[in-house]
């Protein structure tokens, strides 16, 4: 549903499969502060990185400015 979400508003992202990538699973881990469920979204824009947890599609849209 995210990939679809963000597809659909020509939003370009990087899929991480952190249940076959170790190493993204590590950074997740890092960043998230332990958390280790998906999704798990980051999001980097004027120098500020935001994450959300889940599809907080609200939250996705404020962050990205789109509705």
Known sequence: MLK????????EFTEKLVDQDDV???EMVAISGGFLGVP???INK???RETVIGFDKAK???LLQIN
């Open 4 to 11: 679809e979400f963000l597809q659909s508003y020509g939003v």
């Open 46 to 48: 004027d120098n500020k």
């Open 40 to 42: 798990f979204v980051v």
């Open 60 to 62: 996705i849209s404020q």
């Open 24 to 26: 993204a699973r590590e």
